[in-house]
């Protein structure tokens, strides 16, 4: 048995199910043992793009790692960007480098480069094997890495891979998350009860639904409001869940809707702050003189925190009734506007869709009307690195084969990882990719307009516009073998979504803003 099969089994047994690869030369004896050692799905991605986006979504939903599979430091490179919101939304993930064997490294040769310097700032954990007897022992470390959440970087060498290893090894039990220390509750109940006007700031784990309830009974006895963060990782909603606000986008925004908070409670989120630094536009978005409090930090049990808090103040064990209570946005009709495109997707929708969310400018409307949409997971663009969607949901298709995937999707992203489409075809996913065409990198253009620039020269429109010439979405789908249409009014919208949530398989709609 050789290092890589000794891998394959070592990881396998601990529970990794999945291998997202696009490999090459010295990742060869890896691709040979996933079928020396059955038990691994073995997923291609013609993009590297599209593994580490992929392993993220798969992690999201299944809640333990993925393997991503690289050639050597570029193709790592490729991936970096998904591996960047891989990090953020603190996603379980090994990503498995191949490098030249060790005895080659001296020849220079043309894909030789620093691996670990470029693994390093998206990685949790990094390292390189040095044998193929320690590939083994290796590879369980960066699963027991990966699962406390983040990337974990394992760099083999061709001659670690297919020299004789040790066999497997048994998994390392993974550690529960510490408990919040009950004098930090009882420190923020006491604020709390102070009747000042406050939030509960959700990220990470208190959004899924256990933690939304904990904190919805805290915040009923409390009185304050429950907020997510930006770009959560992933939230449980729909009807029947509790009432939930969500921090905008822009700091202005964000800004006016946090005025007037005295107290804010952090719980698995870290402090909100402005996207990107802007003059005369503080970086820090909590009002001045509000007290910020740590209720949990994302690698401790937030959800317990969440229900200890409530506890501590008392507060009925059953919670508040449901405050999702929004009704239902009315059927839009006419041509297509993002406010139309957020309530078509709302109505339509079916019980327990997986909506992944790179929808940039259009999907501004969507958020509030699906509060009372059939209970569905959504997931967002966590590192605001574009390009995440398409390959997001290639691995929550993978993780969740019985739930619709939803690929809400903005033109401009979209061409980032354009091949995950393929992936999707290959694999018979059941994903709905809806693509919102402005045509335009629409968030840019708004970028222009709050810097004073609304009658910008032809270079920079030329560097924000993606109409010359018009990407033919219907073409490009149909080229990777996803069936797909084209829409431009709110009418057509709901019959072709609800054909396409109807067939099995891949489907694509494009439309037209």
Same mark, same amino acid.
């Given at each position: 048995?050789?290092?890589?099969?000794?891998?394959?089994?070592?990881?396998?047994?601990?529970?990794?199910?999945?291998?997202?690869?696009?490999?090459?030369?010295?990742?060869?004896?890896?691709?040979?043992?996933?079928?020396? !050692?059955?038990?691994?799905?073995?997923?291609?991605?013609?993009?590297?793009?599209?593994?580490?986006?992929?392993?993220?979504?798969?992690?999201?939903?299944?809640?333990?790692?993925?393997?991503?599979?690289?050639?050597?430091?570029?193709?790592?490179?490729?991936?970096?960007?998904?591996?960047?919101?891989?990090?953020?939304?603190?996603?379980?993930?090994?990503?498995?480098?191949?490098?030249?064997?060790?005895?080659?490294?001296?020849?220079?040769?043309?894909?030789?480069?620093?691996?670990?310097? &470029?693994?390093?700032?998206?990685?949790?954990?990094?390292?390189?094997?040095?044998?193929?007897?320690?590939?083994?022992?290796?590879?369980?470390?960066?699963?027991?890495?990966?699962?406390?959440?983040?990337?974990?970087?394992?760099?083999?060498?061709?001659?670690?891979?297919?020299?004789?290893?040790?066999?497997?090894?048994?998994?390392?039990?993974?550690?529960?998350?510490?408990?919040?220390?009950?004098?930090?509750?009882?420190?923020?109940?006491?604020?709390?009860?102070?009747?000042?006007?406050?939030?509960?700031?959700?990220?990470?784990?208190?959004?899924?639904?256990?933690?939304?309830?904990?904190?919805?009974?805290?915040? !009923?006895?409390?009185?304050?409001?429950?907020?997510?963060?930006?770009?959560?990782?992933?939230?449980?909603?729909?009807?029947?869940?509790?009432?939930?606000?969500?921090?905008?986008?822009?700091?202005?925004?964000?800004?006016?809707?946090?005025?007037?908070?005295?107290?804010?409670?952090?719980?698995?989120?870290?402090?909100?702050?402005?996207?990107?630094?802007?003059?005369?536009?503080?970086?820090?978005?909590?009002?001045?003189?509000?007290?910020?409090?740590?209720?949990?930090?994302?690698?401790?049990?937030?959800?317990?925190?969440?229900?200890?808090?409530?506890?501590?103040?008392?507060?009925?064990?059953?919670?508040?009734?449901?405050?999702?209570?929004?009704?239902?946005?009315?059927?839009?009709?006419?041509?297509?506007?993002?406010?139309?495109?957020?309530?078509?997707?709302?109505?339509?929708?079916?019980?327990?869709?997986?909506?992944?969310?790179?929808?940039?400018?259009?999907?501004?409307?969507?958020?509030?009307?699906?509060?009372?949409?059939?209970?569905?997971?959504?997931?967002?663009?966590?590192?605001?690195?574009?390009?995440?969607?398409?390959?997001?949901?290639?691995?929550?298709?993978? !993780?969740?084969?019985?739930?619709?995937?939803?690929?809400?999707?903005?033109?401009?992203?979209?061409?980032?990882?354009?091949?995950? &489409?393929?992936?999707?075809?290959?694999?018979?996913?059941?994903?709905?990719?809806?693509?919102?065409?402005?045509?335009?990198?629409?968030?840019?253009?708004?970028?222009?307009?709050?810097?004073?620039?609304?009658?910008?020269?032809?270079?920079?429109?030329?560097?924000?516009?993606?109409?010359?010439?018009?990407?033919?979405?219907?073409?490009?789908?149909?080229?990777?073998?996803?069936?797909?249409?084209?829409?431009?009014?709110?009418?057509?919208?709901?019959?072709?979504?609800?054909?396409?949530?109807?067939?099995?398989?891949?489907?694509?709609?494009?439309?037209?803003?």
């Amino acid at each position: 048995m050789n290092g890589a099969e000794s891998l394959v089994r070592t990881v396998h047994g601990a529970g990794v199910e999945v291998c997202f690869a696009n490999p090459g030369t010295t990742e060869l004896a890896l691709v040979a043992a996933l079928d020396a !050692a059955p038990g691994i799905r073995a997923v291609l991605g013609l993009f590297e793009g599209v593994c580490s986006g992929a392993a993220d979504g798969y992690a999201r939903m299944a809640g333990k790692p993925a393997l991503a599979l690289f050639h050597l430091g570029p193709g790592f490179a490729n991936g970096i960007a998904n591996l960047h919101n891989a990090r953020r939304a603190r996603s379980p993930v090994v990503s498995l480098v191949g490098d030249h064997a060790t005895w080659h490294r001296g020849a220079d040769a043309p894909l030789a480069s620093d691996i670990e310097s &470029l693994a390093r700032p998206v990685s949790r954990w990094v390292r390189t094997s040095t044998s193929a007897a320690g590939v083994a022992q290796d590879s369980a470390e960066a699963v027991a890495a990966s699962a406390a959440g983040g990337v974990a970087t394992l760099i083999l060498p061709s001659d670690c891979q297919g020299e004789p290893g040790s066999g497997p090894v048994p998994a390392r039990a993974a550690g529960s998350a510490p408990r919040a220390p009950a004098g930090r509750v009882e420190a923020v109940a006491a604020e709390l009860r102070r009747g000042r006007p406050g939030a509960l700031f959700l990220g990470g784990r208190a959004l899924q639904e256990r933690g939304q309830r904990a904190a919805a009974r805290a915040a !009923a006895r409390a009185g304050c409001r429950v907020v997510a963060e930006c770009f959560p990782a992933r939230v449980e909603r729909g009807a029947g869940m509790p009432r939930l606000e969500r921090i905008p986008y822009f700091p202005e925004r964000a800004m006016a809707f946090l005025e007037g908070l005295q107290l804010l409670v952090l719980a698995g989120a870290p402090e909100p702050v402005s996207f990107f630094g802007y003059p005369g536009v503080p970086s820090r978005l909590a009002p001045g003189g509000c007290r910020i409090d740590l209720l949990a930090e994302p690698e401790e049990d937030v959800e317990a925190a969440l229900e200890d808090l409530a506890d501590a103040l008392d507060a009925p064990a059953a919670g508040p009734g449901p405050a999702s209570s929004r009704p239902p946005p009315a059927a839009p009709q006419g041509r297509l506007t993002a406010e139309a495109v957020g309530a078509v997707l709302a109505l339509c929708q079916p019980e327990g869709a997986i909506v992944v969310d790179e929808s940039a400018t259009t999907g501004l409307a969507y958020f509030y009307p699906a509060a009372g949409s059939p209970r569905h997971t959504l997931l967002t663009l966590t590192g605001g690195s574009i390009g995440m969607g398409p390959a997001c949901a290639v691995g929550a298709a993978v !993780a969740c084969p019985d739930r619709t995937v939803v690929s809400f999707q903005g033109d401009g992203g979209a061409m980032y990882t354009l091949q995950s &489409l393929w992936t999707q075809a290959r694999e018979q996913l059941h994903v709905v990719t809806l693509i919102c065409a402005n045509r335009s990198y629409r968030v840019l253009q708004v970028e222009l307009e709050r810097a004073g620039l609304s009658q910008p020269g032809p270079k920079t429109r030329s560097l924000t516009d993606l109409s010359g010439p018009a990407i033919d979405w219907v073409l490009l789908a149909r080229g990777m073998g996803v069936p797909a249409t084209r829409v431009d009014e709110a009418e057509g919208l709901r019959r072709e979504l609800a054909r396409a949530l109807a067939e099995p398989g891949p489907h694509l709609v494009e439309m037209l803003l």
